[in-house]
């Protein structure tokens, strides 16, 4: 698929002082937000950008392969570098370091899942079909088959809540509600180890209250879930 012409945005004034690559960086993210690029666009040459914000070429190409590995830009060899159209599962998601590295406490954490959780379960509620509702009750089954093998593997616990976020159908809050499910997947697994039944009952428990649509039985579905995961002391060793 062909991108748009090559576009000269709005990318201010020549850059003066500070990490360049990062300015760089900053200009061209602020044109994304002013639309002034937009997904599909191509980028003005190397030399061209240098010329434009009065940086050497070395630092505009640095800056692009640092936009390329965040999935930002899809460098061409031969035909130059083009704003994505869409996200790849391949970009490197710089919201899931930035969480990992915070200094926040478990207790933080645990109450940014119970903002986070009912809400994004109890819009798909609202929007799941018979289909994603079929979906979500095999994904507790094969959970449930791993358990009595043993397995017990935090990954399709996460696939479940990763679904839920599916069926929400908004690419933002999967995006961020994905970056933040990432800081559960370590208690989530030590949760599973004194009775790893316990995540089959909480989902089922989820699943039936998503089936009546109903946002309070939603939310309290969730909410008791969670509850149950805090006093088993899964979240809250620092």
């Known amino acids: 698929m062909q991108g748009r012409s090559t576009l000269t945005p709005n990318l201010g004034a020549p850059l003066k002082s500070g990490s360049l690559v990062r300015l760089i960086i900053g200009r061209i993210e602020e044109a994304l937000v ?6 599909g666009d191509k980028l003005p040459p190397e030399a061209q ?15 692009l392969r640092m936009l390329e590995a965040l999935g930002v830009v899809e460098v061409r060899h031969g035909d130059g570098s083009y704003i994505v159209e869409e996200p790849t599962s391949e970009s490197i998601n710089p919201l899931v370091f930035a ?29 799941a079909t018979e289909e994603d509702f079929a979906r979500l009750e095999a994904m507790i089954d094969e959970l449930a088959h791993e358990v009595e093998e043993g397995k017990s593997m935090p990954e399709t616990d996460l696939s479940f809540h990763y679904a839920i976020l599916e069926i929400c159908r908004n690419p933002y809050l999967y995006r961020i509600g994905r970056a933040a499910l990432q800081l559960f997947k370590a208690s989530i697994g030590s949760s599973m180890k004194p009775d790893p039944r316990n995540a089959v009952r909480d989902h089922r428990k989820i699943l039936t209250a998503m089936r009546t649509r109903d946002p309070e039985k939603v939310r309290a ?10 006093v088993r002391g899964l979240a809250l060793k620092d």
């Open 99 to 127: 969480l990992l590295i915070e200094k926040g406490s478990n207790e933080q954490i645990y109450e940014l899942r119970l903002q986070l959780e009912p809400a994004f379960t109890g819009l798909a509620a609202q929007k």
């Open 221 to 230: 579905a969730v909410v008791e879930t969670l509850e149950g995961w805090k």
């Open 34 to 39: 002013n639309k002034e690029l937009k997904p």
């Open 49 to 63: 950008l240098a010329k434009i914000m009065g940086v050497g070429k070395n630092s505009v190409r640095e800056a």
